[in-house]
């Protein structure tokens, strides 16, 4: 369904920035996530931003109950989900108040007005109705969301608590007519999720919301985004967090091993558990632990049984995994460790966005004990990212830790499915000969033990955190030993670096500014160094998905550059790798408010950094 009303006129734009923000039972998310799925259908290029209350439930029309969704679409390549929404569309005043100072100026501002009482204006802490004041600001359309939505269901068998609840799918059947969305997906979805009178008021008000948009005079235009100009290929609307999950299943395909996922319940990571246990029928298995030590330990066993060990978490659940890590790597086994970072410290900020466990993947277990650290630079990166550490952790018979963040978990993009064929098929290879094995001899390329699964005859050998005796295996305190095998573990790691690519600079190879990136940060800072050379800025980058070893290459860019930045979600992390590394003038660009980067918050920064004059 989508075509033009009579005597409205209707606008071509090359993008747009949308803004969904109510109550958290107001059904944002949702709202947000079924626009995203029929944006992705009408082929538009886009990114999304859930940003949701930690709160199980906060007082209701209270700023701490604000729930948001932030979709930014275009005919052309999007990298974020846009600094500031083109148009806000708030259900009751504390939506607004929360959301309002982020709208692109003269930009457009959908309210629900019956939703503006007195009380309701108290409790989201305004003296006086703003809506006169914003008049002048803004495109004010102002919409009785909640009289309307009743009348459409007023004849339906169904409680009036009942019927408010459908009001969010007025407002998307709105949206909808406005940007001529398809409405076709959304009411397949809703007749395979509900029947009788539910099913029959969320399509009632769904097509009422879209009928609306077309008669009303309130809305004298609609608006077109193009279809984006695209690779040619099968795409579909991924989450990184459903991204993980299919890598996890994809890997097990490819090297043909069963998976095992040992996990404990926690945001933003818990969907993985979620997504993986759909798909037993590929040959994972999946373990919901009491704990996350537990979690980590079944799937260390598991590894130490021949199967793909891996386990997901976040920061607070990753600091639990530390010991058991340690583990994995004195016994040398393949395991891949997920952590979807999260703001903190402690509990923090579940919901929110932040990239400062770089350091406790690097350095978080006792003694030297040196782990490879990759970290996923999209949605759909996540993907390729878990395939690429569990060919990491079987080459190398290694524990190998995948950082991701909340904003790649929750949010989405359109993903051009991968030819099957294309995909790497890692070797996995058990030892079988008991007349030459030795559980701890050495791969001469890759300083691999062997692979030895229990119960094979003549491969019994001892396992387990106690120091181990070069060759044998055997449990060993002598003082070179210890010192050869720490040695041995990390240029175990430090050969990985054989195996990833050179670093590709965007821009020019050498001049005045580098910008530095590292996992989810990744679309912001190209974004900005894409807009900074079109206003004739000399600015290149450079973004590492390779965190521990560092790319061969990655010295002698830093050193073809004046100035070096490192715009990170921590207090400055990287750069102080960098700085140690390379000895290098790094700057570090930091931001720990639980929102990503801005690309006006980099273009200020490179602007500062190319108008400072060079040390000497």
């Not at 006129?9 to 949308?18: C, D, F, P």
């Not at 999720?193 to 099913?199: A, C, E, N, Y």
């Not at 008000?205 to 040619?232: D, M, N, W």
């Not at 949605?379 to 990212?385: K, Q």
């Amino acid at each position: 369904m989508s075509r033009k009303a009579p005597g409205k006129t209707v606008q071509q734009l090359e993008s747009v920035a949308i803004r969904f923000t109510g109550d958290s039972g107001d059904g944002m998310q949702l709202t947000g996530t079924k626009f995203t799925e029929s944006t992705a259908i009408a082929g538009n290029e886009l990114s999304t931003l859930p940003d949701y209350p930690a709160e199980i439930r906060a007082p209701i029309g209270t700023l701490a109950g604000v729930s948001g969704f932030q979709i930014h679409f275009s005919s052309k390549s999007v990298r974020t989900p846009a600094d500031h929404p083109d148009v806000l569309v708030a259900f009751n005043p504390a939506a607004l108040r929360a959301n309002i100072d982020d709208v692109r100026p003269t930009g457009m501002v959908i309210v629900n007005s019956d939703s503006f009482t007195a009380k309701s204006l108290k409790r989201a802490g305004y003296a006086e109705d703003p809506r006169p004041a914003l008049r002048d600001r803004y495109a004010m359309v102002e919409i009785p969301l909640t009289r309307l939505n009743r009348e459409a269901l007023k004849d339906l068998d169904i409680n009036m608590r009942d019927a408010d609840r459908c009001k969010n799918f007025f407002a998307l059947g709105l949206m909808y007519w406005l940007y001529h969305r398809p409405v076709e997906s959304t009411e397949r979805w809703l007749e395979s999720r509900f029947k009788g009178s539910v099913l029959e008021a969320n399509l009632r008000v769904l097509r009422a919301g879209y009928a609306f948009g077309e008669t009303t005079e309130i809305l004298p235009v609609s608006y077109i985004v193009p279809k984006a100009k695209i690779q040619p290929g099968v795409y579909r609307n991924i989450t990184g967090n459903k991204a993980l999950a299919w890598g996890i299943v994809a890997a097990g395909e490819l090297m043909q091993t069963d998976v095992f996922l040992g996990a404990y319940p926690i945001t933003p990571a818990s969907e993985v558990l979620h997504e993986v246990a759909r798909y037993r029928h590929f040959g994972v298995k999946t373990f919901q632990a009491e704990d996350e030590i537990a979690a980590i330990c079944a799937a260390i066993g598991a590894s130490f049984a021949g199967e793909l060990g891996v386990t997901t978490t976040s920061g607070p659940g990753f600091v639990l995994k530390q010991e058991a890590l340690g583990l994995a790597v004195m016994a040398e086994l393949p395991l891949v460790v997920i952590d979807i970072q999260r703001a903190g410290p402690s509990t923090g900020m579940p919901t929110k966005i932040e990239q400062a466990d770089l350091l406790l993947a690097l350095y978080g277990r006792n003694s030297d004990s040196p782990i490879p650290v990759i970290a996923a630079m999209s949605p759909g990166d996540c993907f390729h990212t878990v395939i690429e550490a569990f060919a990491w952790a079987v080459k190398y018979m290694t524990p190998v830790i995948v950082l991701s963040n909340g904003h790649l978990a929750n949010s989405s993009e359109p993903w051009r499915i991968p030819d099957v064929d294309t995909l790497p098929r890692p070797k996995v290879g058990y030892w079988s000969d008991p007349e030459t094995f030795l559980p701890y001899a050495r791969d001469p390329e890759t300083l691999a033990r062997p692979w030895a699964i229990p119960g094979t005859p003549g491969l019994e050998h001892r396992i387990g955190g106690l120091a181990k005796e070069q060759g044998t295996g055997n449990v060993s305190y002598d003082p070179r030993n210890n010192e050869d095998m720490i040695r041995l573990r990390a240029e175990k790691v430090a050969r990985i670096a054989a195996d990833i690519p050179p670093i590709e600079i965007d821009g020019p190879g050498s001049g005045e500014l580098l910008v530095v990136g590292w996992g989810g940060t990744f679309g912001a800072i190209t974004a900005a160094v894409e807009a900074a050379r079109q206003n004739g800025k000399a600015v290149s980058s450079i973004h590492l998905r390779h965190l521990n070893p560092f790319p061969k290459n990655l010295g002698s860019i830093l050193r073809s550059f004046d100035k070096i930045l490192v715009p990170e979600l921590n207090e400055g992390q990287l750069v102080r790798l960098l700085r140690t590394e390379f000895l290098v003038p790094a700057i570090g660009m930091n931001k720990v408010r639980g929102q990503p980067f801005l690309i006006e918050e980099l273009l200020a920064r490179i602007d500062e950094m190319l108008s400072e004059e060079t040390s000497p």
